[in-house]
């Protein structure tokens, strides 16, 4: 639509790709990186609506990851509000709870990761680097999350012998 056009030419709201990632013997999963600069107006919420519907509808293990320069430490954002109620309508959770830009008279939480299944997230993280304003977020997603494991809780080693060679 024009719309989308208006969208995707750069000139506003926002940059994005989305990627399905695969691995041998897991489920595929979709990962959507973006970019959101400050003062987008609300055009940016009717595309990022259409994205996550879109993406919902493919009934995939979802990631959003990006600088959505929503602060979500600051309760009193309208446009927080907004953000938190269309990721909460698609059970998607924000795995970041820490300070991802830090300056000498703030800290905002500006990068955010939500995801659909936080039972496959192992371990989140936003160590403080200095390479940017910015510090990196780190989400560990289990990998093979449908492969069984015995009651007790330990791996199930399987032992065979090669015919290759008999």
């Known amino acids: ?4 056009g208006e969208i995707w030419n750069g ?3 926002m940059e994005q790709i989305c990627l399905e990632l695969k691995q041998h013997r897991c489920a595929s999963f979709l990962l959507s990186c973006l970019y959101r600069p400050p003062n987008t107006n609300a055009a940016f919420f009717e595309y990022l609506t259409q994205l996550v519907e879109r993406l919902s509808a493919e009934a995939k293990e979802i990631h959003f990851v990006g600088d959505f320069n929503i602060n979500l430490l600051r309760r ?5 509000r907004r953000l938190k109620n269309l ?3 698609f059970g998607l959770h924000q795995m970041i709870d820490r300070p991802t830009r830090i300056a000498e008279q703030s800290k905002t939480l500006l990068d955010h990761r939500y995801c659909t ?3 496959h997230v192992m371990f989140t993280s936003v160590p403080s680097f200095g390479l940017s304003d910015h510090n990196p977020t780190i989400l560990v997603r289990k990998q093979n999350v449908n492969l069984r ?3 007790n809780g330990k791996h199930e080693w399987i ?3 090669s015919l290759k060679k008999s």
């Open 159 to 161: 032992s065979f012998r």
């Open 1 to 4: 639509t024009e719309k989308e």
């Open 117 to 119: 299944h936080p039972e």
């Open 76 to 80: 009193d954002n309208s446009n927080l």
């Open 149 to 151: 494991r015995k009651k």
């Open 87 to 89: 990721m909460e309508n």
């Open 11 to 13: 000139r506003h709201e």
